[in-house]
């Protein structure tokens, strides 16, 4: 890979966005952020004139991914990462959630991402390089009662995204998938997290986690610039990243508990599992194939 690498970033005027940004900028990137509101990045447009180019983007829009890629592409002549970092926290339960606002939040977290992936693809296979940085959350691998609607797009994301990797590796093109827990981002902002109208049904049920997600915000656990600096230094890397890295220390106790917790139960299960089989039909001895990085 060259020293010296093109950035797209979405959702890059604040949290993890812009600290990939600045982190990228400081080491001699070239970053195309692409925000909604691109005057909320003049100070480093005044600090980087000659490598930072904004494009306004909503990140709900499927339709904008190719131009954004091609005026990346046109800009600084390569893409060497696409870091998908748009997205916006919801609260609800199941029946709290509209339709629009269930549907607004898979377009955020999955298919403008996915948009995204397949605009830049064909750029970084001929180059034969480039990371492609899903930012997914450790709601992306467990939820809970209350983030359906939030944890559902970064599930279609990861599972997603694993397929990805091993499809696209044969190119040299990596996939990582990054899952935060609490870091101070904004994301549990009063103008960021969104609350459905609280049925009186749920009201109590889900009183606890409304209460946790709308006065995290300011004393979250995890550092952005930490952050930043560590996925820059695994894009920059020539060792393959993760497919999957649990970001923070909540994220790394929660999901592995989650994967134990899911283990015991597929053993727990696994006779009565295996009894559902025809009895005289001779076991799979299909291959099972691995995601690259998965390792």
């Known amino acids: 890979m060259n020293d010296t690498f093109t950035w797209i970033i979405t ?10 940004a600045e982190r990228a900028l400081q080491n001699g990137d070239a970053v195309m952020a692409a925000v909604r509101r691109p005057e909320a990045l003049a100070d480093l447009t005044e600090r980087y ?8 983007f909503d990140a709900r829009d499927t339709d904008l991914a190719r131009p954004l890629v091609r005026a990346a592409a046109e800009r600084f002549g390569r893409v060497d990462a696409l870091v ?6 919801i609260v609800g339960a199941a029946e709290e959630v509209s339709e629009t606002d269930l549907r607004e939040a898979m377009d955020l977290h999955f298919f403008v991402p996915a948009a995204l992936v397949r605009a830049v693809l064909p750029v970084m296979r001929e ?3 480039g990371t492609i940085v899903q930012m997914s959350s450790q709601g992306g691998r467990m939820s809970y009662p209350g983030v359906g609607a939030y944890s559902a797009g970064k599930f279609a994301l990861e599972g997603w995204s694993e397929a990805l990797a091993g499809e696209v590796a044969p190119f040299g093109v990596r996939v990582m998938l990054v899952e935060p ?10 103008d960021v997290l969104a609350l459905a109208d609280a049925d009186p049904v749920y009201r109590d049920v889900l009183a606890a986690v409304r209460a946790d997600l709308t006065s995290a915000d300011g004393i979250q656990e995890g550092d952005p610039v930490r952050a930043a600096d560590l996925i820059v230094g695994l894009v920059h890397g020539d060792e393959t990243p993760p497919l999957r890295l649990p970001l923070g220390a909540e994220a790394v106790e929660r999901i592995s508990g989650s994967y134990t917790a899911g283990l015991d139960a597929v053993r727990r299960w696994a006779a009565a599992a295996r009894a559902a089989d025809f009895p005289e039909a001779p076991p799979s001895s299909r291959p099972i194939p691995t995601s690259a990085g998965s390792a």
């Open 11 to 20: 959702g890059a005027s604040r949290g993890f966005g812009r600290a990939i």
């Open 49 to 56: 004139p000659g490598t930072l180019a904004t494009w306004q």
């Open 84 to 89: 998908n970092n748009a997205g916006r926290g």
């Open 127 to 129: 180059q034969g390089a």
């Open 181 to 190: 827990s609490r870091f101070r981002t904004g994301f549990n902002g009063a």
